[in-house]
């Protein structure tokens, strides 16, 4: 059965730095989103992306972040300034289409730790 | 703006016994509810939906859901708990705001299933 993939699994980066997790999407679907948890509280909605542009972004998806396809496989979301609040389980899901009937496939996430 | 709400961090339950994990929602239209289940070190794995139509939505590994729009609950259920169910269960709103292309997902806060042998 077709994955999402996330890499990589787990992220250290020093505060301040730009760190870049990537997804790979489920290869026919056409939609992608960015989630994130930080530790003991909800998953969180960051982004959607569609027909490389954003779809919708929540709060928390200020300047210092930013989505990108590069090529026709890759997903990815950069933090160009981390913060120790940037801290949390970053999930990266796709869907076939954006209608109600298609449901989103989640990742495994990466855990990304700021120090 | 649409919630979740999943009132137990827990719920502990001996193998063969019925699971129920509640979930309760909030939103202005029409909700379209999802649940989710996570295992250790792995994404969130789509469960069962409910879209429209019967209340009771029969989805994967035995589990279902019960809409109830008077209630505005969404709990999940399966009639006999296995050890391997033992997960972290999410329940989730999507918004259907028109102006939202978006198709974000609202989570609750999740529940952990403990299932004992």
């Known amino acids: 059965e077709p994955e999402v993939t996330q890499t990589p699994s787990h992220q250290v980066t020093q505060m301040g730095q730009e760190v870049i997790l990537r997804c790979v999407p489920i290869?026919?679907?056409?939609?992608f989103y960015w989630y994130r948890q930080i530790l003991g509280q909800k998953v969180e909605f960051l982004v959607s992306?569609?027909?490389?542009?954003?779809?919708?972004k929540s709060e928390i998806f200020d300047d210092q972040f930013s989505v990108e396809r590069p090529d026709g496989s890759n997903f990815t979301l950069k933090i160009r300034s981390t913060k120790l609040e940037d801290s949390a389980m970053y999930f990266c899901?796709?869907?076939?289409?954006?209608?109600?009937?298609?449901?989103?496939?989640f990742g495994p996430g990466t855990r990304l730790t700021v120090t | 703006a649409q919630s979740v709400a999943q009132p137990e961090d827990q719920v502990n339950v001996a193998e063969g016994n019925p699971l129920t994990v509640k979930c309760t929602y909030s939103?202005?239209?029409?909700?379209?509810l999802f649940w989710y289940v996570q295992y250790p070190n792995r994404g969130l794995q789509f469960l069962l939906k409910?879209?429209?139509?019967?209340?009771l939505v029969k989805g994967s590994y035995g589990f279902e859901a019960e809409f109830n729009k008077s209630q505005t609950s969404f709990h999940l259920k399966k009639p006999s708990a296995l050890v391997s169910d033992s997960a972290l269960y999410f329940c989730?709103?999507?918004?259907?705001?028109?102006?939202?292309?978006?198709?974000?997902?609202?989570f609750g806060g999740g529940t952990r299933v403990l299932v004992k042998p």
């Open positions: 899901a796709s869907s076939e289409r954006g209608g109600i009937a298609y449901e989103q496939y």
């Open positions: 290869s026919n679907h056409l939609y």
């Open positions: 992306f569609y027909n490389n542009e954003i779809s919708e």
């Open positions: 409910y879209i429209t139509g019967d209340n």
């Open positions: 939103v202005s239209g029409n909700p379209y």
């Open positions: 989730a709103v999507r918004d259907m705001d028109p102006r939202a292309a978006g198709n974000k997902l609202t």
